[in-house]
T-cell receptor
């Protein structure tokens, strides 16, 4: 079946560097995407979202890029900090038109920030 | 704090026990969700409630029984569980209805161990 998946299970970066976390999705009907961060012992926390009518959206230190042609989503974190160490999940919602509001999550990427 | 609380945070139960997980949201949302998060698996959607009505049940075994008495409270009743049901159970809420963000706010989860 169609699913959301992540390319890299673990990403290790140096403090101050930029991080890029990737996500592939296979359902062309998905038109809303969201990135979550999950720290140990906590529930997922919203980072940023994007609709399929956009290809880029920026937040504070984070940017999400959407490439619908290849069904690829990425999260860029600028000047990565130790507090960014966590597991990052991408998620998709299958079609806004149906009114369905239940997210399908990828398997997650662990980001490790080295001081 | 995300505005979504879950109790208990940790639960150990035998396979013949009956227990309940509780979720409460203080965000004025009208959609609530149960997810299961186990090691090495993506977040799995279990149930969705919109305006207190169950709108999705993703083939969850009957030993899991949800209850949504009002838009602010969600329960998950557990009975005769199996060891493979051990996982982190996450509750989330969002604003249902047309348009707007699909962002879901998660609670901290209940870590369940079935012995």
């Amino acid at each position: 079946g169609e699913s959301v998946g992540l390319h890299l299970p673990t990403l290790s970066v140096q403090e101050g560097d930029n991080s890029i976390i990737n996500c592939a999705y296979s359902n062309s009907a998905s038109d809303y995407f969201i990135w979550y961060k999950q720290e140990s012992g906590k529930g997922p926390q919203f980072i940023i979202d994007i609709r399929s009518n956009m290809d880029k959206r920026q937040g504070q230190r984070v940017t999400v890029l959407l490439n619908k042609t290849v069904k690829h989503l990425s999260l860029q974190i600028a000047a990565t900090q130790p507090g960014d160490s966590a597991v990052y999940f991408c998620a998709e919602n299958l079609s806004l038109d149906t009114g369905r509001r239940a997210l399908t999550f990828g398997s997650g990427t662990r980001l490790q920030v080295q001081p | 704090e995300t505005g979504v609380t879950q109790t208990p945070r940790h639960l150990v139960m035998g396979m013949t026990n009956k227990k309940s997980l509780k979720c409460e949201q203080h965000l004025g949302h009208n959609a609530m969700y149960w997810y299961k998060q186990s090691a090495k698996k993506p977040l799995e959607l279990m149930f969705v409630y919109n305006f207190k009505e169950q709108t999705e049940n993703n083939s969850v075994p009957s030993r899991f029984s949800p209850e949504c008495p009002n838009s602010s409270h969600l329960f998950l009743h557990l009975h005769t569980l199996q060891p493979e049901d051990s996982a982190l159970y996450l509750c989330a809420s969002s604003q249902a209805g047309g348009g707007g963000s699909y962002e879901q706010y998660f609670g901290p989860g209940t870590r369940l161990t079935v012995t």
